[in-house]
């Protein structure tokens, strides 16, 4: 395959993501689970959307230092074209600028037009003969500077700045322009590790051992790992390390009921029944039907018969599951800050005045969930964020208003070679520049 196909495959889906509000991990995999592309074109393809939509605020910036028509009077399918084509000359080393501008030309006379293809390609030669000299801001503006070099919004700098100061702020944001691992969680009820990695060896599949679980598997080499027989066959789920620490502070046991009130698309959940070896009962919840559906198809795959999915909302409060529960999760709706280097569109489909709302629902759904456990039941908090207003604020607002719920140590449930300073207190936050793995926050409290 060609690599100018797999450029417009690329730009195609850049299309898709900004212009029509797909998101760039769904559009990604539907795509190229559907086109022809050799494994090398898909890894290109995954390059430059992903690198494109990790350095937009700083692509658009450039395009603006060199561009003699007004940003916004620059047909959107057009800017996308350039986008693409400013990403791979200013940060793919292997690819002639050439040939990138010789390719941007052919997309924009396909898809716009001669007078379009001459404006990419003025443009693009331009930014090429000068990349080595375009540089960034002036430092004395701070949050814009940092703004455009990593490309976050401004407004999540003024929060991570507030939060974690310049040094701290500055390392996190540039881990989150670099690439996630693929890692998977070896589902226990129907195989081990060992058997995953020789399988996967066969398909030429590189593989090491998690960071912080031992049935995590950090997967090199591909992008896509869902079309083999084994993933068919429900040897393994692919999970971020992060997400698993959440049902290992759970620490589950067989036989127990827990509740898992937002529980889409169920990772958390299987994992929790693979750890009790399918004993028991976990009640697996969500407000849409099809996220559902996306339970009960993981769960059959997988091997699971524990898990009930029932359509309910988690702010209500559901009287006949009162001091029913062991253990209760909570993995609430949060803003995503901690998934940025994953689903880099984030950074522009967020917007701040949405935080003020997370607030108010994470706290109703945490205050009517507690209800549903027994005495000395575990209640389990979790986001895929880093702003301390959706974590740690709420677990303190939330025990202040509950004097019979405390937070548990969870030393013992984290491997010994993991960063977890507050573990004693009962939490744990993690940062991709860190643990390297998506942010997260995961609080466990006790029922008095």
């Given at each position: 395959?060609?690599?100018?196909?797999?450029?417009?495959?690329?730009?195609?889906?850049?299309?898709?993501?900004?212009?029509?509000?797909?998101?760039?991990?769904?559009?990604?995999?539907?795509?190229?689970?559907?086109?022809?592309?050799?494994?090398?074109?898909?890894?290109?393809?995954?390059?430059?959307?992903?690198?494109?939509?990790?350095?937009?605020?700083?692509?658009?910036?450039?395009?603006?230092?060199?561009?003699?028509?007004?940003?916004?009077?620059?047909?959107?399918?057009?800017?996308?074209?350039?986008?693409?084509?400013?990403?791979?000359?200013?940060?793919?080393?292997?690819?002639?600028?050439?040939?990138?501008?010789?390719?941007?030309?052919?997309?924009?006379?396909?898809?716009?037009?001669?007078?379009?293809?001459?404006?990419?390609?003025?443009?693009?030669?331009?930014?090429?003969?000068?990349?080595?000299?375009?540089?960034?801001?002036?430092?004395?503006?701070?949050?814009?500077?940092?703004?455009?070099?990593?490309?976050?919004?401004?407004?999540?700098?003024?929060?991570?700045?507030?939060?974690?100061?310049?040094?701290?702020?500055?390392?996190?944001?540039?881990?989150?322009?670099?690439?996630?691992?693929?890692?998977?969680r070896v589902n226990r009820l129907k195989t081990h590790k060992?058997?995953?990695?020789?399988?996967?060896?066969?398909?030429?599949?590189?593989?090491?051992?998690?960071?912080?679980?031992?049935?995590?598997?950090?997967?090199?080499?591909?992008?896509?790992?869902?079309?083999?027989?084994?993933?068919?066959?429900?040897?393994?789920?692919?999970?971020?390390?992060?997400?698993?620490?959440v049902s290992k502070v759970m620490n589950p046991k067989p036989?127990?009921?827990?509740?898992?009130?937002?529980?889409?698309?169920?990772?958390?959940?299987?994992?929790?029944?693979?750890?009790?070896?399918?004993?028991?009962?976990?009640?697996?919840?969500?407000?849409?039907?099809?996220?559902?559906?996306?339970?009960?198809?993981?769960?059959?795959?997988?091997?699971?018969?524990?898990?009930?999915?029932?359509?309910?909302?988690?702010?209500?409060?559901?009287?006949?599951?009162?001091?029913?529960?062991?253990?209760?999760?909570?993995?609430?709706?949060?803003?995503?800050?901690?998934?940025?280097?994953?689903?880099?569109?984030?950074?522009?489909?967020?917007?701040?005045?949405?935080?003020?709302?997370?607030?108010?629902?994470?706290?109703?759904?945490?205050?009517?969930?507690?209800?549903?456990?027994?005495?000395?039941?575990?209640?389990?908090?979790?986001?895929?964020?880093?702003?301390?207003?959706?974590?740690?604020?709420?677990?303190?607002?939330?025990?202040?208003?509950?004097?019979?719920?405390?937070?548990?140590?969870?030393?013992?449930?984290?491997?010994?070679?993991?960063?977890?300073?507050?573990?004693?207190?009962?939490?744990?936050?993690?940062?991709?520049?860190?643990?390297?793995?998506?942010?997260?926050?995961?609080?466990?409290?006790?029922?008095?």
């Open positions: 395959m060609r690599k100018n196909w797999a450029r417009e495959e690329a730009y195609l889906i850049l299309n898709n993501i900004i212009d029509k509000d797909a998101y760039s991990n769904i559009e990604l995999r539907r795509r190229l689970n559907k086109s022809n592309l050799t494994k090398l074109d898909k890894a290109l393809v995954t390059e430059i959307v992903n690198g494109t939509l990790r350095n937009l605020i700083y692509i658009d910036w450039v395009i603006k230092q060199f561009s003699k028509i007004k940003e916004e009077k620059i047909k959107s399918n057009v800017k996308n074209i350039i986008r693409s084509g400013i990403y791979q000359i200013l940060f793919l080393d292997k690819i002639p600028d050439s040939a990138v501008c010789n390719e941007s030309v052919e997309l924009a006379k396909k898809y716009d037009n001669i007078g379009s293809s001459k404006f990419v390609n003025g443009l693009l030669r331009n930014v090429s003969r000068n990349k080595d000299n375009i540089g960034y801001p002036d430092k004395e503006n701070l949050e814009e500077y940092l703004s455009i070099k990593y490309s976050h919004p401004k407004w999540l700098m003024e929060i991570l700045l507030d939060h974690y100061g310049v040094d701290f702020t500055e390392e996190l944001i540039k881990s989150n322009n670099e690439p996630p691992p693929l890692t998977i060992q058997e995953v990695m020789d399988i996967l060896e066969s398909y030429d599949i590189k593989c090491d051992d998690g960071l912080f679980n031992e049935e995590a598997l950090i997967i090199k080499g591909t992008s896509s790992i869902e079309g083999i027989d084994i993933f068919k066959k429900g040897y393994f789920s692919v999970q971020d390390e992060s997400s698993m620490l036989g127990w009921m827990i509740m898992d009130v937002c529980s889409a698309p169920g990772g958390k959940a299987a994992h929790m029944a693979e750890l009790m070896n399918n004993e028991g009962k976990i009640i697996a919840r969500d407000i849409y039907k099809h996220k559902l559906e996306l339970i009960n198809k993981a769960c059959e795959r997988l091997g699971i018969k524990i898990v009930d999915t029932q359509l309910f909302d988690a702010r209500n409060l559901d009287e006949s599951y009162i001091r029913k529960a062991d253990g209760v999760l909570v993995d609430a709706p949060c803003s995503g800050l901690g998934l940025l280097r994953r689903k880099p569109d984030l950074r522009w489909k967020k917007k701040p005045n949405d935080m003020d709302e997370l607030h108010n629902l994470q706290y109703s759904i945490l205050r009517s969930s507690s209800h549903y456990l027994k005495k000395g039941g575990v209640l389990v908090y979790s986001t895929c964020t880093l702003n301390k207003k959706e974590n740690i604020d709420i677990v303190k607002r939330f025990l202040g208003d509950n004097e019979d719920f405390c937070l548990d140590s969870i030393e013992g449930l984290l491997p010994q070679n993991i960063y977890a300073p507050n573990a004693k207190e009962g939490y744990i936050e993690l940062y991709p520049n860190i643990h390297k793995t998506d942010g997260f926050f995961i609080a466990r409290m006790i029922k008095k």
